[in-house]
Each structure stands twice: as C-alpha cells, then as structure tokens.
T-cell receptor
Framework: DSGVTQTPKHLITATGQRVTLRCSPR?????VYWYQQSLDQGLQFLIQ???????AKGNILERFSAQQFPDLHSELNLSSLELGDSALYFC????????????FGSGTQLSVL | GENVEQHPSTLSVQEGDSAVIKCTYS??????FPWYKQELGKRPQLIID?????GEKKDQRIAVTLNKTAKHFSLHITETQPEDSAVYFC?????????FGKGTRLHILP
C-alpha cells in the first residue's frame, strides 16, 4: 500500500456526462500529480499541484480541470465525456514536488459508454 | 517540449538472461531519471532512480546508466526471474513535471 488513496476504483458513465475523481495523498506529502494511462499510451502527465497551487500543466484537455484543497486532497473533474476519455487515471503524491519519488494510488478505471 | 522516448516497446528474454531497456530525453535541463515497474493490474512503483551527477547506480540485480552528453539512460536487469515480468517505464523531470516514456513490456520466458 502506497498510502495514496483514490476513489472510486471504477466508474462507468455515458458520453456527455461529468465525473469527479478523488485523490488523498500520503500523509505529509504536499504535491499531487494526475496521470492518464490508456492502452499502449504510457502515463500521460495531466497536471500537478503543490500545497494547493497549480504548479505544472501537461496535455490536459480544456474539458478537464483539477484542484487541490486545503486538506491537500485533490479532485480531477472530467466533463463532456467522450469515448476516448476511457482510461485508467492515476494520482501520485510526493513530499515536495521536485525531482523525487512518486507514490501512486491504485487508479480509477473510467469507462465511457 | 519535453519528450522521453523508450525502446523497445516489447522485450522477451530467457529466464536467467539479462534485459536492457533504453531511453532518450530531449531536455538538457533534466537532472532526475527514475524507473518505474508496473505489474499487471497494479500501480507503478519506483524501482531505481539516478540523478545527473552520477553515471551509474546499482541495486542488486538492477542497474541504471546515464549518459548526459548523449541524453540517454538505460535500465539493466541481470539474472532475470519470472517476477521481473512487467511493464517498465523510464521518466525524466523538467522543472516540476515527471514525463514518462511509453513503457516496455518485459516477458521472462521459462
């Protein structure tokens, strides 16, 4: 167990809908990362937060947004869902958010039908 | 922009033989290069990492080498065992991002 908690584990929804994925980092970690893993596409970096502030942005679609709350948990919001958004979404945390080990959650498997 | 290329995408080796996975990166400012292992249905986990002030690092059967001039780094697994079967990801940092390669699926053949 990495200490990073992601909920829900599985999510099935329809095109056009909106979902929220939740992540609680390891105790003491200030930084949260979100990654998307599709088949044969590796781990695509979406966005990173540090202590409540957005720190880095990757190839995150405009339909997607995220935030980190004062208690350091983070939420990834996906709206106007398309079939191609079906993927495994991982959250990871690290202590300070710079060039250090990432601890991954177990992921949320999103299926858009 | 940041780019990490990883080869091969699939690798099959006989149990007991060595496996080598290679990665290149594009940003000369990158100074941290981790490797993650993802077993089937599980989360990625760090197995070894190297920083730019070091050329090689070993941890039991696993070693990583870094060539900053050529901007490439490699993972070496010796005396492979069945439990080494997994997908391996290399990564490189740029500022606060950790950018991953597309992964190598390693099969250990009996």
């Amino acid at each position: 167990d990495s200490g990073v908690t992601q909920t829900p584990k599985h999510l099935i929804t329809a095109t056009g809908q909106r979902v929220t994925l939740r992540c609680s980092p390891r105790s003491g970690d200030l930084s949260v990362y979100w990654y998307q893993q599709s088949l044969d596409q590796g781990l695509q970096f979406l966005i990173q937060y540090y202590n409540g502030e957005e720190r880095a942005k990757g190839n995150i679609l405009e339909r997607f947004s995220a935030q980190q709350f004062p208690d350091l948990h983070s939420e990834l919001n996906l709206s106007s869902l398309e079939l191609g958004d079906s993927a495994l979404y991982f959250c990871a945390s690290s202590a300070m958010g710079q060039a250090e080990k990432l601890f991954f959650g177990s992921g949320t498997q999103l299926s858009v039908l | 922009g940041e780019n990490v290329e990883q080869h091969p995408s699939t690798l099959s080796v006989q149990e007991g033989d060595s496996a080598v996975i290679k990665c290149t990166y594009s940003d000369s400012a990158s100074n941290y290069f981790p490797w993650y292992k993802q077993e089937l249905g599980k989360r990625p986990q760090l197995i070894i990492d190297i920083r730019s002030n070091v050329g090689e690092k070993k941890d039991q059967r696993i070693a990583v080498t870094l060539n900053k001039t050529a901007k490439h780094f490699s993972l070496h697994i010796t005396e492979t065992q069945p439990e080494d079967s997994a997908v391996y990801f290399c990564a490189a940092n740029r500022d606060d991002k950790i950018i991953f390669g597309k992964g190598t699926r390693l099969h250990i053949l009996p």
